[in-house]
T-cell receptor
Framework: KAGVTQTPRYLIKTRGQQVTLSCSPI?????VSWYQQTPGQGLQFLFE???????NKGNFPGRFSGRQFSNSRSEMNVSTLELGDSALYLC??????????????FGDGTRLSIL | AQTVTQSQPEMSVQEAETVTLSCTYD???????LFWYKQPPSRQMILVIR??????QNATENRFSVNFQKAAKSFSLKISDSQLGDAAMYFC????????????FGKGMKLTVNP
């Protein structure tokens, strides 16, 4: 069974640009969550999607957005990039939300660097 | 809001010896889940072990075991017979029971295994 797939693996952008990251969950998983990992702030929750609906959102500005498609694949978008957006963005999937006996499985992440 | 604290940023252990990683958390909830995740240089977050708060018995997974003290809000990870492959960042995480798939992570701890 393939794991969580995140593309691209690395991305370099400049300030002011926008970026879209992609996450394909494990087959059969319907919940997708996104996290930002930085050396200073650690791992912080961005948002969670289930059945194409955003169920929960972390404390990030509106420049950070996401969506989920009918096949459970998810994308996150960051507009007007800032230097502080440089981070590892991790995606995690689980079967259905709210049942932690089915834990989240993480992808390898997308390393985003802002110049 | 829930918080997770890992007070030791780094630890080292000799191969084949035992090491304990500490974690404390703060919550007003009575039912929740706790996890330990491992993140090697490959970046993927790998689930090591999980504990359901309503279970008094400490979870074990092969060489990994936890010491869960609910009243003290403490959740330490013991790694027995340490192996070189155990070297990684270790994150303690809290998961609310029901509803959201949001994980709250500690800052992490870097474990070095010396041959």
């Amino acid at each position: 069974k393939a794991g969580v797939t995140q593309t691209p693996r690395y991305l370099i952008k400049t300030r002011g640009q926008q970026v879209t990251l992609s996450c394909s969950p494990i087959s059969g998983h319907r919940s997708v969550s996104w996290y930002q990992q930085t050396p200073g702030q650690g791992l912080q929750f961005l948002f969670e999607y289930f059945s194409e609906t955003q169920r929960n959102k972390g404390n990030f500005p509106g420049r950070f957005s996401g969506r989920q498609f009918s096949n459970s694949r998810s994308e996150m978008n960051v507009s007007t990039l800032e230097l502080g957006d440089s981070a590892l963005y991790l995606c995690a999937s689980s079967l259905i939300p709210g049942f932690s006996n089915q834990p989240q499985h993480f992808g390898d992440g997308t390393r985003l660097s802002i110049l | 809001a829930q918080t997770v604290t890992q007070s030791q940023p780094e630890m080292s252990v000799q191969e084949a010896e035992t090491v304990t990683l500490s974690c404390t958390y703060d919550t007003s909830e009575s039912d929740y889940y706790l996890f330990w995740y491992k993140q090697p240089p490959s970046r993927q977050m790998i689930l090591v072990i999980r504990q359901e708060a309503y279970k008094q018995q400490n979870a074990t997974e092969n060489r990994f075991s936890v010491n869960f003290q609910k009243a003290a809000k403490s959740f330490s990870l013991k790694i027995s017979d340490s192996q070189l492959g155990d070297a990684a960042m270790y994150f303690c995480a809290y998961h609310t029971q029901g509803g959201s798939e949001k994980l709250v992570f500690g800052k992490g701890m870097k474990l070095t295994v010396n041959p």
